[in-house]
């Protein structure tokens, strides 16, 4: 059994491999050949306890993630991916959840990045400085040719940290800019990401700051979280999931259902897209795309596969013997 923790799995993977085995991700889902039941999810109040199995016909994996957003001084997510020989049934790795869950959600909007945004978009908007907001950026580096990164946070005591955590991974001919509101953040960013844990929209009721542009949420996983106004659904060309569980499992999805703002015609999901894809996705002039993800154990499954065969490969990791 092998051990990896955060660091090992930093040099076992990059994050293009990543977003590539998000991609992979989503032609399994689209042929069926997985098994994933629902996600188990026990809530006490804000807190909850998520585990979330998955079968292919490559490994199984089980995760197991507490979310716990009133956090101060400790991660908001703590998790523990354990992935088995789906031969065998043993127990083959224990990889950093928390980790690996941050990551793979980065990569997961780097796949959106690539396959729905200008080629050459050079600017993106950040709207929530924790953890995941890192990992959105520094997939949409990879993916883009970006110059420059806005930054806001409620908290503005965050951001300094944010920036210097995200310096490290960036190139230094990279502008962060440090923002005093979100509407300055978003005005010139041609990609938006939001990764909050808000209970209401985070991005403000002006539909003009979101056309031609590409909008991406991350935040919202529960029918009571929302990120998006519905100035947005406004210029909503395209509404993209991740999931089909999303359309039940968002607040972003689910309020503008119920509120008769978009129609379930005009949702797709991810895979289908990039399965039957023909043409470059853009948006309609002064229209926007809209891609919300929730997260599915298949993801974590390809994903931790992935890194346990490289960490094999380039002998890294602790083994532990059962």
Request: charged residues 20%; contains cysteine.
């Amino acid at each position: 059994m092998l051990f990896l923790n955060k660091n090992e799995i930093k040099t076992a993977v990059t994050m293009e491999e990543v977003i590539d085995a998000i991609d992979y991700s989503y032609k399994i889902y689209e042929t069926k050949q997985y098994q994933m039941p629902f996600r188990t999810q026990i809530m006490e109040g804000e807190n909850t306890f998520l585990l979330m199995p998955c079968y292919t016909n490559e490994s199984i994996a089980t995760k197991l993630v507490t979310v716990f957003p009133n956090n101060i001084k400790e991660p908001t997510l703590n998790g523990l991916m354990i992935l088995n020989c789906n031969k065998t049934g043993r127990i083959t790795a224990l990889l950093d959840g928390t980790y690996l869950t941050g990551f793979r959600t980065g990569a997961v909007g780097g796949s959106a990045i690539r396959h729905l945004s200008n080629e050459n978009a050079k600017s993106i908007a950040i709207i929530g400085a924790g953890s995941q907001g890192l990992y959105q950026a520094i997939a949409a580096c990879a993916v883009r040719p970006i110059t420059d990164i806005y930054v806001y946070n409620r908290t503005k005591e965050k951001v300094p940290s944010f920036i210097k955590a995200l310096s490290k991974w960036t190139d230094t001919n990279i502008h962060i800019h440090n923002c005093s509101s979100v509407e300055n953040a978003i005005k010139n960013a041609e990609i938006i990401i939001t990764s909050t844990t808000s209970s209401k929209p985070v991005l403000p009721e002006k539909s003009s700051y979101y056309k031609n542009k590409l909008i991406i949420g991350v935040g919202s996983f529960q029918p009571t979280m929302r990120e998006f106004p519905k100035a947005l659904y406004d210029t909503a060309d395209q509404i993209i999931v991740d999931t089909e569980h999303a359309i039940d499992e968002s607040g972003d999805i689910t309020v503008p259902l119920k509120q008769r703002w978009v129609n379930e015609h005009s949702i797709q999901t991810m895979s289908s897209l990039i399965t039957n894809k023909t043409k470059e996705i853009s948006p309609r002039q002064d229209k926007s795309i809209v891609f919300k993800t929730v997260g599915m154990a298949l993801f974590d499954t390809v994903v931790a596969n992935l890194i346990y065969h490289n960490a094999k490969e380039k002998g890294i990791g602790l083994h532990l013997v059962t």
